[in-house]
């Protein structure tokens, strides 16, 4: 079965100082992956995917993530954190089974970003 | 270029009734999921439209009901509630391509008591 795990229930960091947020995969074949961040009582908000080629990926907000093959793992940095970046952060892989739900998002349980000043 | 949009923002029902959520695709976009994410949880996937056709469904009963309509907007419905469906309700439209993006509206949270 294809899943992804997030390890950390909450990662705290003071602002200023880099910040990692964990994600490692199970996936049959190549994997296509995301990561979204959610505010308090709004929708998930895209930040970047992988798909294919440079495993370091740029997104929003000065995000980037790196894609690991060997440690299946795509974990989330930001060089220098911000207060407002404090939120929940999720990865994501894209379903690539056979069953009814092939296409769609498998999604990790979370993790919450606290950026203190 | 508009986002996706759903309503209503908050819904109180009871045990057994029937609701229906609404979500508006964004522009250009012909497909659309749907996510249910309870407290403390990853959204999980209920089902997913395409051209007014269920094209994938997650693993929830048959109480939960969708529809497509011509202009790629959808309705999640849901008979007989029960209180753990008090959850967020999320949609996400895209392309029907697996690389897209899909991107999320604001939800809609439902409280069943």
């Known amino acids: 079965a294809q899943s992804v795990a997030q390890p950390e229930d909450q990662v705290n960091v003071a602002e200023g100082n880099p910040l990692t947020v964990k994600c490692t995969y199970s996936v049959s074949g190549n994997p296509y992956l995301f990561w979204y961040v959610q505010y308090p009582n709004r929708g998930l908000q895209f930040l970047l995917k992988y798909i294919t080629g440079d495993n370091l990926v740029k997104g929003s907000y000065g995000f980037e993530a790196e894609f690991n093959k060997s440690q299946t793992s795509f974990h989330l940095k930001k060089p220098s954190a911000l207060v407002s970046d404090s939120a929940l952060y999720f990865c994501?892989?894209?379903?690539?089974?056979?069953?009814?739900?092939?296409?769609?998002?498998?999604f990790g349980k979370g993790t919450k970003l606290s950026v203190k000043p | 270029e508009t986002g996706v949009t759903q309503s209503p923002t908050h819904l109180i029902k009871t045990r057994g009734q029937q609701v229906t959520l609404r979500c508006s695709s964004q522009?250009?976009?012909?497909?659309v999921s749907w996510y249910q994410q309870a407290l403390g949880q990853g959204p999980q996937f209920i089902f997913q439209y395409y051209r007014e056709e269920e094209n994938g469904r997650g693993n929830f009963p048959p109480r939960f009901s969708g529809l497509q309509f011509p202009n790629y907007s959808s309705e999640l419905n849901v008979n007989a509630l029960e209180l753990d469906d008090s959850a967020l309700y999320l949609c996400?439209?895209?392309?029907?391509?697996?690389?897209?993006?899909?991107?999320f509206g604001p939800g809609t949270r439902l409280t069943v008591l």
């Open positions: 522009s250009g976009h012909n497909t």
């Open positions: 994501a892989v894209r379903d690539k089974g056979h069953g009814g739900s092939q296409g769609n998002l498998i």
């Open positions: 996400a439209s895209s392309l029907r391509l697996s690389t897209d993006t899909q991107y």
